[in-house]
């Protein structure tokens, strides 16, 4: 294992940003910018073993800023998704943060996480801990929050990312990573084949927002607990899919708590399995719907559906549907959250 740093080019306003590979003794690698914390490469082996980059990226630092609202593989924060009319009400007080989405907050606001270089420590051989320090009134947001996120690149080929965070005053948090997977490294994500571990999605309106109602994925196509795949219904003429372009739906995973299974991605072509486990209540599938043609890494063309997200999280809009797992943060206290993403082939 190895952790190695290389310059990846300088911001708008001048800063420099730095690309670390952290390589494991199989050959594997995963590359990650200190811009918006972003997973930029994750090379894995197919069942030949041949080498797949199985992440969207861009080849340059002013793709990245250029296609800001894309978020390609970019950590989100201080909360991911949308929040209605950006607002919510905390301990009687009503806190309006930044709008960036029509009426709506989405992935914490204007200048959200994804858009800072964040510090960084190398850990070993094989882990990168990013840290900022996010200050009281950004986006809105109320408190002095202390957040790291911390990668690492495992032997086995597994990419494990821990959160953490910290606040002086109350808050809301819920944070996650922006991958888009494709793990035949090109084309769509059509024929790869999902399983997600969940009985339940939170209905969408029109605008992608979470009404609050709590739907069953039974005789839906939204029943994914058995692999299915992704394009087998994913033009159905049903409201919930049309009206927003294809799959942009936090699922309800079965098991609440603790470090659980949450998905399978399978790939046919490559025998990529990608296994997902997190500790959060809920995972947005979300399959690039607004990904407009454009350029990727290593002259690889992307379009709508070139890739698939599988964000681990807290249900989107949840300060405002009261029945949605808490995202709030008091003072004091330690927000802990772990996802996994593994790798296998057969
Ligand atoms: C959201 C989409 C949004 C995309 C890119 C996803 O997490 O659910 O609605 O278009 O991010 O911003």
Redesign the pocket.
């Known amino acids: 294992m190895s952790v190695t740093q290389v310059p990846f080019g300088t911001t708008r306003d001048g800063s420099k940003v730095t690309l670390l590979r952290i390589t494991n003794s199989m050959g594997c690698y995963l590359e990650l910018l200190d811009y918006g914390c972003t997973v930029h490469a994750l090379s894995v082996p197919d069942r030949d073993g041949r080498l797949t980059d199985v992440t969207l990226g861009y080849d340059t630092l002013g793709e990245y800023e250029e296609h800001d609202?894309?978020?390609l593989g970019a950590a989100v924060g201080r909360h991911?998704?949308?929040i209605a009319e950006g607002k919510f009400t905390l301990n009687g007080h009503e806190y309006t943060l930044a709008k960036n989405n029509g009426e709506n907050h989405?992935?914490g606001g204007i200048h959200g996480f994804d858009k800072y270089i964040w510090s960084y420590t190398v850990s070993g051989d094989d882990s990168v801990t990013f840290s900022r320090l996010s200050p009281h009134g950004e986006e809105g947001y109320p408190g002095n929050l202390r957040v790291s996120i911390t990668y690492s690149f495992t032997r086995e080929c597994s990419l494990e990312i821990d959160y953490r965070a910290e606040s002086d005053a109350d808050t809301v948090v819920n944070l996650t990573n922006?991958s888009y997977f494709n793990l035949a490294g090109r084309g769509t994500v059509h024929s790869h084949l999902l399983q997600i571990y969940a009985d339940f999605f939170t209905e969408n309106d029109g605008g992608?927002l979470p009404t609050g109602r709590i739907l069953e994925v039974t005789d839906t196509p939204m029943d994914f607990r058995q692999p299915k795949e992704i394009g087998a219904k994913i033009d159905a003429d049903w409201e919930q899919l049309w009206s927003?372009g294809g799959y942009?739906h936090n699922f309800v995973l079965s098991d609440p708590s603790g470090l659980k299974k949450a998905a399978v991605l399978f790939c046919p072509d490559t025998g990529i399995v990608m296994t997902v486990h997190t500790t959060m209540p809920g995972v947005?599938l979300?399959t690039a719907?607004?990904l407009t043609p454009r350029k990727g890494k290593n002259t690889a063309r992307y379009k709508e559906r070139s890739g698939v997200?599988l964000?681990t999280q807290y249900f989107?809009n949840a300060m405002v549907c009261h029945n949605f797992p808490s995202p709030v943060l008091k003072a004091g206290e330690v927000y802990s959250h772990r996802t996994i993403y593994s790798f296998t082939a057969k």
């Open positions: 609202d894309a978020y991911a998704n949308r989405l992935h922006h992608c927003v942009d947005q979300y719907n607004a997200c964000e989107p």
